[in-house]
T-cell receptor, first 111, second 114 residues
């Protein structure tokens, strides 16, 4: 079983719809992150959390929200999806000061 | 200026070649440094951590130069299977309060051809 699991793997949705991406981990890490990847732009940080109910904005948080109700789960929501949110989304976890462990990504298309 | 910068390439090299990538970072107070490998549409995977003393793992060698604020990755005897995007990650200090967070370069594309 994967240590960091993202659901769904692929999602196609329409403009204006609300959508939630889920991330769960079995690594016992306190730190969890959501990144977005676009061609040529690398991975950009959306939100991160260092503990339950700790929420911090990243580089590109506008249009997104997150929830961290349990150590093992960190969900990302798009309240009203728009086409330029079409991207590959990655969840990651880490121990303090250590490297990131990634989920296998969610490919989101907004039409 | 972006906080973590990489030459996007692509670096197009023949099998058996030696190739090196650099990654520069803007903040001298940066902490940990890592190299990741990413295959097309897959998740990034840790290749190696980077230390001031340098570290080697088989054909791969990573170095950190704090004085010039860059890290490097050297790949010797390139294989076809080394074709991928190589991402550097720097744990950057916060701009205004907050915590150190991992920040990615845009990645360097490597293509190894027969």
């Amino acid at each position: 079983d994967a240590d960091v699991t993202q659901t769904p793997r692929n999602r196609i949705t329409k403009t204006g719809k609300r959508i939630m991406l889920e991330c769960s981990q079995t690594k016992g890490h306190d730190r969890m992150y959501w990144y977005r990847q676009d061609p040529g732009l690398g991975l950009r940080l959306i939100y991160y959390s260092f503990d339950v109910k700790d929420i911090n904005k990243g580089e590109i948080s506008d249009g997104y929200s997150v929830s961290r109700q349990a150590q093992a789960k960190f969900s990302l929501s798009l309240e009203s999806a728009i086409p330029n949110q079409t991207a590959l989304y990655f969840c990651a976890t880490s121990a303090t000061g250590s490297y990131l462990h990634f989920g296998n990504g969610t490919r989101l298309t907004v039409t | 200026r972006k906080e973590v910068e990489q030459d996007p390439g692509p670096f197009n090299v023949p099998e058996g070649a030696t190739v090196a990538f650099n990654c520069t970072y803007s903040n001298s107070a940066s902490q940990s440094f890592f190299w990741y490998r990413q295959d097309c549409r897959k998740e990034p995977k840790l290749l190696m951590s980077v230390y001031s003393s340098g570290n080697e793992d088989g054909r791969f060698t990573a170095q950190l130069n704090r004085a010039s604020q860059y890290i490097s990755l050297l790949i010797r005897d390139s294989k076809l299977s080394d074709s991928a995007t190589y991402l550097c990650v720097v744990i950057l200090p916060p701009n205004r309060g907050g915590s150190y967070i991992p920040t990615f370069g845009r990645g360097t594309s490597l293509i190894v051809h027969p």
